[in-house]
């Protein structure tokens, strides 16, 4: 299948700082991706759509100065926690399509301390 | 409204034996997509099988095979000859005319499957 890479696997930061993580599909192009958030046993929650070349689009209730996302080429979306809080900490995983399908990234343990 | 509901929290299966992990879903879109992932500890989203709406025959992946009913909205994951590994969080998931590119996932709250020695 197709791979797609998510860095980093795993980061632990001060409240108040920014973390950026990256997506990047290895093996094909991507127009979209999609970020997804998992807090502990529970299921998977979509945040926003990134669109390459326009802006990305957010569920309800995800603040998007809080979460800003670029998808900056066919191949690479960025999501990055600004000014990061406890409340954020959360398990992050991306995903893209490639036809019907989604791939996911191995997904980011976020650790705000 | 909830779009995949997983009605099994947990299940628990004996090596070597088969399991029917749940799923039923709802949607008015005729073309749309049904997945079925496996979440171990580690959190990668594995990848399992795939039925479309207008698949004919359910799908099959070598253990993995998806009892799809149209009619009742439901897309069962059978999993045959349980081993050790196979324990992990199991979610059943939906995308809406897959073919567009642009819609996401939806999940469903996930089974934990168990399999005892």
């Known amino acids: 299948g197709a791979v797609v890479s998510q860095h980093p696997s795993r980061v632990i930061c001060k409240s108040g700082t920014s973390v950026k993580i990256e997506c990047r599909s290895l093996d094909f192009q991507a127009t979209t991706m999609f970020w997804y958030r998992q807090f502990p046993k529970q299921s998977l929650m979509l945040m926003a759509t990134?669109?390459?070349?326009?802006?990305?689009?957010?569920e309800q209730g995800v603040e998007k100065d809080k979460f800003l996302i670029n998808h900056a080429s066919l191949t690479l979306s960025t999501l990055t926690v600004t000014s990061a809080h406890p409340e954020d900490s959360s398990f992050y995983i991306c995903?893209?399509?490639?036809?019907?399908?989604?791939?996911f990234g191995s997904g980011t343990q976020l650790s705000v301390l | 409204a909830q779009k995949i509901t997983q009605t099994q929290p947990g299940m628990f299966v004996q090596e070597k034996e088969a399991v029917t992990l749940d799923c039923t879903y709802d949607t008015s879109d005729p073309s749309y997509g049904l997945f079925w992932y496996k979440q171990p500890s580690s959190g990668e989203m594995i990848f399992l099988i795939y039925q479309g709406s207008y698949d004919q025959q359910n799908a099959t992946e070598g253990r993995y095979s998806l009892n799809f009913q149209k009619a009742r909205k439901s897309a069962n994951l059978v999993i045959s000859a349980s081993q050790l590994g196979d324990s992990a969080m199991y979610f059943c998931a939906m995308r809406e005319a897959p073919n567009s590119g642009n819609t996401p996932l939806v999940f469903g709250k996930g089974t934990r499957l168990s399999v005892i020695a």
């Open positions: 990134s669109n390459e070349g326009s802006k990305a689009t957010y």
């Open positions: 995903s893209a399509p490639m036809a019907e399908k989604l791939f």
